[in-house]
């Protein structure tokens, strides 16, 4: 079940948590739609610092990472005879970056199963809006034996990170593109 924290603070547009980025002029608009020049989530040229979630409301901020992602971000791979699609680690990081840059994410626990086989990470993904701040978590669980790029931990980390950001709404409509 995802906890939700809500806490009410003064309205300021100068308020940037510690890590944010910061701006002293706006730049153009960025949108979920990839470039071909710049192959990220926002046309601007790299060293464009975005600023669409400095200094704006929760609500601002929740109704970007509500949007849809496109396809061309969306990965598939095949586990236990099903597809699954799902979106990269890096790439949820660089939507947060963009749409909410003073969002934090932290591990909150890391626990392997009794008899070795599985290792649980609990995740932490905060946002931090102009009016309120609001958190939520979730885990992901790998088996330390599984092949591929990466230890466990580092898995089942990336797992538990996405599972919380689809709590604050990105993505989420992968888990229910059956149900449409």
Known sequence: ???LVLRLKAA???TLRSGAAAA??????CSFELSKRTRGFCSEPENDVPTSG???PLAKILKELNKKVPDSAIKTRVEDGFAMKYIPWHTVNR???LHAPEWSG????VT???????VTVAYR???YGTDAEIYRESTGTTSVNEKGYGDAVQKAEAMAFRRACARLGLGLHLYHEDAL
């Open 1 to 3: 079940m995802a906890n």
């Open 12 to 14: 300021t547009s100068s």
């Open 24 to 29: 002293t002029t706006l730049s153009r608009p």
């Open 54 to 56: 400095i200094g704006r």
């Open 95 to 97: 939507i947060m970056n």
């Open 106 to 109: 932290e591990v909150r626990s």
């Open 112 to 118: 392997y199963s009794p008899d070795g086989n599985t």
């Open 125 to 127: 993904v905060t946002l």
